[in-house]
């Protein structure tokens, strides 16, 4: 039985890293209980305009001090903080981009949610995802788990009865398997997406998609296949956003052999112009993000 702290140490990643690591991973155990007490909605918007669940403004709050506690962050970047939030105090030079809790509109129907987590150096968030230095997400479901990347391969850890997190499966690789989901509403896909779409199904590809993007991934890094928020009409930059959701997913992605587009380019190497900026978004298997360049760009 391996700990996150023994995977840590064998890794080449810095002291400093390792401890925000840490001490992230450790919010997963107060943030399953705050579950209990925060089942409604917070009766505020986030500046994408959706309702914040109690859940969601608490797993802001409670990380974020976490975070500004530590001395080890620079900069925080939240889904739910309107601006980026600035530590000059902070003796550490990393930067963190959160969504705090991801799917959070599935917490009172009781279906997995999760918080999703990308570290960069340098103190700043505004840079492009294929410079983070580490990924995570908390996929709390019947068991809690963190899957995480710190630019070695992708590791997932379950979180034990003691509060201690232990290696499930080590060095992840996602296969090209054979399920796919896809977020907006059929009548406002562009053709290209719909003919992309009309593909997987008659290869007799099977439809997963919950609404919780980090549960809908997880699915697809253990059993292979695609997820995709696409360009729709009338929202042209589809509605997941690059820093919080896209890059962190990606980076993990990517570290276990799969990739991510925008329907165009790689979204990892898209330099962020605004923290809560959108973007086209299709993750999974190689070969099938191979054929949705050769689809949507032609
Ligand atoms: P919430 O965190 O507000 O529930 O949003 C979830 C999300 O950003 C992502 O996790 C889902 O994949 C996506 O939205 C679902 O969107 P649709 O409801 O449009 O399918």
Aim: with cysteine.
């Amino acid at each position: 039985m391996i700990t996150l702290e023994e995977y840590l140490d064998g890794t080449g990643a810095e002291q400093e890293l390792k401890e925000l690591v840490r001490l992230i991973a450790a919010q997963a155990t107060p943030i399953r209980e705050a579950f209990l007490t925060n089942q409604t909605y917070a009766g505020t918007t986030n500046q994408s305009g959706e309702e914040q669940a109690a859940m969601d403004t608490w797993a802001d709050r409670h990380i974020t001090e976490v975070l500004q506690r530590s001395g080890l962050v620079r900069e925080v970047a939240s889904e739910e903080q309107n601006d980026i939030l600035k530590i000059p105090e902070s003796h550490g030079e990393y930067a963190v981009v959160m969504d705090p809790l991801d799917g959070s509109s599935l917490i009172q129907v009781n279906l997995a949610v999760g918080t999703i987590v990308g570290i960069y150096d340098h103190g700043t968030v505004m840079q492009p995802g294929e410079k983070m230095r580490a990924a995570l997400y908390m996929l709390y479901g019947p068991m809690t788990v963190l899957t995480l990347t710190v630019g070695e391969g992708v590791q997932i850890f379950a979180l034990d009865n003691n509060n201690q997190y232990v290696l499930l499966e080590a060095d992840v690789k996602m296969p090209e398997g054979n399920l796919y989901g896809s977020g907006g509403l059929r009548t406002v896909w562009t053709e290209e997406h719909a003919r992309f779409i009309d593909t997987c199904e008659q290869e007799g590809y099977k439809l997963r998609y919950s609404g919780s993007f980090v549960a809908d991934f997880h699915q697809i890094l253990k059993y292979g296949g695609i997820y995709c928020y696409p360009a729709v009409v009338g929202k042209e930059r589809g509605k997941l956003r690059l820093m919080f959701e896209a890059n962190p997913i990606g980076f993990i992605a990517t570290q276990a052999g799969g990739a991510i587009c925008d329907g165009r380019m790689n979204v990892l190497t898209i330099n962020p112009e605004k923290p809560h900026q959108k973007t086209p978004l299709y993750v999974g298997s190689k070969g099938l993000i191979e054929k949705v360049n050769g689809t949507l760009c032609t």
